[in-house]
């Protein structure tokens, strides 16, 4: 079915960015459960299964998860751009709260850096594409299944339906949700209460689980240089400043004066994560290296 979600006035002014810590701990419950759905994640899965089973009623969670509709108290819309996990937890039955809580420990927490580093970059991406070109531009380029026309996101329109299902979020606004585990599909809140929700898979899932390799052409070392025109090519996905430059063979000094270069001149965007500094190419970049 077909979703229409009308956006205007105050709610298109209170469209903002955030992440939930319990729905990706959700969705990689189901990746496991239908690893074929999440083919992107199979590096993934193939780790987790062996430590799944140190999980005291993970088939509880596996049943509630097991329909194509997922229990809205599992799909929380974050209220801040990185609620707590115990904040979201709030209202879930303890006993399913106790289930998630262990599934994020064991399969989701030993990779929550890497995967907040990729939900950030994605804000930040979302951000500098806001800041030059518009929400219309954001809202085109979330997704496949995801359009804007006529002042209202429309999500699913070449699915068949006599009549779309329309949700008001004229007052409410709406949280624009990068996700990882939600890959291939997005998804939206069809009756929320309070700000809608549409979670959508973030740039640069495929990097996620393997190291990136080095996309250089002659030209574009030509232009900027081989070993600027490598780190480009390694920023596909998030990456330190110290990752950076043993990829590279370089010190880290000499990685950041080339970030400094790439960053002026708008093709790397660089934010802080705790006492680490990320960089990751922009769309300007991606366009130089296609």
């Known amino acids: 079915m077909a979703v229409r979600i009308s956006l205007a006035g105050v709610g298109l002014a209170r469209v903002r960015f955030a992440y939930s810590p319990v729905f990706e701990t959700v969705m990689a419950v189901d990746g496991l459960r239908v690893p074929g759905a999440h083919a992107v994640h199979l590096p993934w899965v193939s780790w987790a299964r062996g430590r799944a089973g140190s999980v005291k009623d993970l088939d509880v969670l596996l049943d509630l998860v097991a329909g194509p509709v997922k229990p809205a108290v599992l799909m929380p819309v974050p ?51 806001l800041a030059e070109r518009g929400v219309e531009a954001v809202f085109g380029d979330l997704h496949p299944e995801v359009s804007w026309s006529g002042g209202e996101l429309v999500l699913y329109a070449d699915r068949r339906a006599d009549q779309p ?36 898979p973030a740039r640069g899932i495929g990097t996620l689980w393997e190291e990136p390799a080095p996309v250089v052409g002659d030209e574009l070392a030509a232009l900027i240089g081989r070993t600027r025109a490598a780190l480009l090519g390694l920023l596909s996905a998030p990456m330190s400043t110290t990752e950076l430059a043993s990829r590279l063979g370089v010190t880290a000094g000499a990685v950041s004066q080339h970030v400094a270069v790439l960053r002026a ?26």
């Open 79 to 129: 209220d801040v751009r990185m609620p707590d996990l115990e904040a979201e937890l709030t209202g879930v039955p303890a006993r399913v709260a106790d289930v998630v809580r262990a599934c994020h420990e064991v399969l989701v927490a030993p990779f929550w850096s890497r995967i907040t580093a990729l939900l950030e970059a994605d804000i930040a991406f979302r951000a500098s594409v």
């Open 165 to 200: 299902h329309r949700v008001d979020l004229s007052e409410a606004g709406l949280v624009l949700s990068p996700s990882v585990f939600c890959w291939p599909r997005a998804w939206a809140a069809v009756d929320p209460v309070g700000p809608g929700v549409v979670r959508y």
């Open 265 to 290: 001149a708008r093709l790397v965007t660089t934010r802080r994560e705790g006492r680490t500094m990320l960089h990751m190419r922009t769309a300007r970049a991606d366009a130089l290296i296609g």
